[in-house]
């Protein structure tokens, strides 16, 4: 098992690596910040020096050396644009990002698991159909086209829920339902067809003929079994809704990180960006390192491997 671990903690650094390069790249192709950030009549001197006194002058992989070892020790430069520690500004939006994902995510855990489970055992019934329409809906429609729809019914139309801002759980619901609805289709989905494979076993089999009632059937013998594709999942899909934060918070006016992100790359803000991505991306890397984890739980041959 430790070498199990060892082995995807070594995997994970390679790829912070890979994003951290891959990030630091693309953004450098987007063009020179030095004329976004300095007035339009800035004289010719007043931009080389600027260049100079930022490190753009230097070659693309040297500024990339030095942003790695600043990362190393935390440092990811000011912001371009604020004037203050780009890593401070990121952090200080974390909370936000952090609260929208963990609701999204609950909304997801807590409907697509039990519909899952109800459409498996039920399979091919009225309960199954209806579920697996409503899971290809969630998945077909954009978090956009959603997000929109919400605000115009609940906000604009009944005025129910504020469309935009962090404030009380009312600002929470809007976002959270807009952005967890995709990962509550897919995990329902998985979710069925893990349970429908698990229910087909011969122990699931034995353990009715023995008169094992249905409940614990399902949810001791089969539901633990099936347990490792949900977790997988589940992690997998915590990137997702990483990822999905970024339309998110920007169409709710949510302050966390994804928005803060957009803003960032508008104003070419290259030291505001690789912080966000940097951060979020360690932030899934140790979630699924955590997944890996549970996994030597759930699975005890992975642990001899």
Request: glycine share 8%.
């Amino acid at each position: 098992m430790n070498t199990f671990l060892i082995r995807r903690f070594l995997q994970s650094l390679l790829v912070l690596l890979g994003v951290s390069a891959v990030v630091f790249f693309i953004l450098h192709l987007t063009g020179d910040p030095t004329l976004l950030l300095l007035p339009p009549d800035a004289t010719a001197e007043e931009i080389t020096r600027f260049r100079q006194v930022m490190g753009f002058n230097d070659p693309v992989v040297v500024q990339y050396l030095r942003f790695l070892k600043g990362a190393v020790q935390g440092n990811f430069g000011e912001s371009l644009r604020h004037g203050e520690p780009a890593l401070d500004l990121v952090i200080e939006r974390m909370p936000a990002t952090f609260e929208l994902t963990a609701a999204a995510l609950a909304i997801a855990l807590c409907l697509a698991i039990p519909s899952g489970i109800v459409s498996a055992v039920k399979r091919n019934t009225l309960v199954d159909y209806v579920s697996t329409v409503v899971a290809l809906l969630g998945q077909s429609m954009p978090t956009f086209w959603l997000g929109i729809m919400l605000i115009l019914v609940f906000s604009v139309q009944f005025h129910l829920l504020p469309s935009s801002g962090r404030g009380d759980l009312a600002h929470l619901i809007l976002p959270a339902i807009t952005l967890g609805l995709f990962t509550t289709a897919r995990i329902t989905r998985l979710t069925r067809s893990g349970m429908l494979e698990v229910l087909g076993q011969d122990y699931i089999r034995t353990a009715r003929a023995k008169g094992v009632s249905e409940p614990p059937v399902v949810w001791k013998h089969a539901l633990k079994n099936a347990a490792i594709p949900i977790v997988t999942i589940v992690g997998i899909e915590l990137g997702t809704l990483l990822g999905g934060a970024v339309i998110t918070e920007t169409i709710f006016a949510w302050p966390g990180v994804g928005r803060l992100s957009v803003q960032a790359i508008y104003n070419r803000d290259f030291p505001l960006v690789q912080a966000a991505v940097f951060l979020l991306a360690t932030t899934f890397v140790a979630v699924n390192l955590f997944v890996d984890v549970i996994y030597t739980y759930l699975d005890p041959r992975i642990r001899f491997r």
